[in-house]
């Protein structure tokens, strides 16, 4: 895996150099200036274990710190589920107000539409009958 070097605080260049230089031991690529030929096997060994042991720990942090936030994005979104179903949830509260308020408006516009229908309804029957008895 090419997780790039460490990136924790405090992580000086020489942890960087040697996480390169076992990423390129690991990869077999040519290493420059002749490094390999200074260092014996048993010292490259134990180098390329502890990048090895460092990578593992970093994939362990971030595992778990992802682990926690997923954790934390749940408990946000059963908070927020909570208020929604207690009608605590201001966000969801405010529209509905506003869809409440427009019904009430429709519901009494329909209404005053009825009473016209049935008043002109009343005068088209009635109508007859006065100009019957007039």
Same mark, same amino acid.
């Not at 490259?44 to 460092?54: A, F, K, V, Y």
């Not at 009430?104 to 109508?127: I, M, N, S």
């Given at each position: 895996?090419?997780?790039?070097?460490?990136?924790?605080?405090?992580?000086?260049?020489?942890?960087?150099?040697?996480? @390169?230089?076992?990423?390129?031991?690991?990869?077999?690529?040519?290493?420059?200036?002749?490094?390999?030929?200074?260092?014996?096997?048993?010292?490259?060994?134990?180098?390329?274990?502890?990048?090895?042991?460092?990578?593992?720990?970093?994939?362990?942090?971030?595992?778990?710190?992802?682990?926690?936030?997923?954790?934390?994005?749940?408990?946000?979104?059963?908070?927020?589920?909570?208020?929604?179903?207690?009608?605590?949830?201001?966000?969801?509260?405010?529209?509905?107000?506003?869809?409440?308020? @427009?019904?009430?408006?429709?519901?009494?516009?329909?209404?005053?539409?009825?009473?016209?229908?049935?008043?002109?309804?009343?005068?088209?029957?009635?109508?007859?009958?006065?100009?019957?008895?007039?």
């Amino acid at each position: 895996k090419d997780l790039g070097p460490p990136n924790k605080e405090g992580t000086e260049t020489v942890h960087i150099e040697l996480f @390169m230089l076992c990423k390129m031991l690991a990869s077999n690529l040519p290493l420059r200036n002749g490094i390999v030929s200074k260092m014996d096997e048993e010292d490259c060994e134990r180098r390329r274990m502890e990048c090895l042991d460092e990578m593992s720990n970093l994939e362990k942090q971030f595992t778990d710190l992802k682990d926690q936030l997923y954790r934390e994005r749940v408990s946000q979104v059963n908070s927020k589920l909570a208020e929604v179903e207690a009608g605590r949830a201001a966000e969801y509260l405010e529209p509905l107000a506003g869809l409440l308020e @427009m019904l009430l408006l429709l519901l009494t516009l329909l209404l005053l539409l009825l009473l016209w229908l049935l008043l002109l309804l009343l005068l088209l029957v009635l109508l007859p009958l006065l100009l019957i008895l007039l």
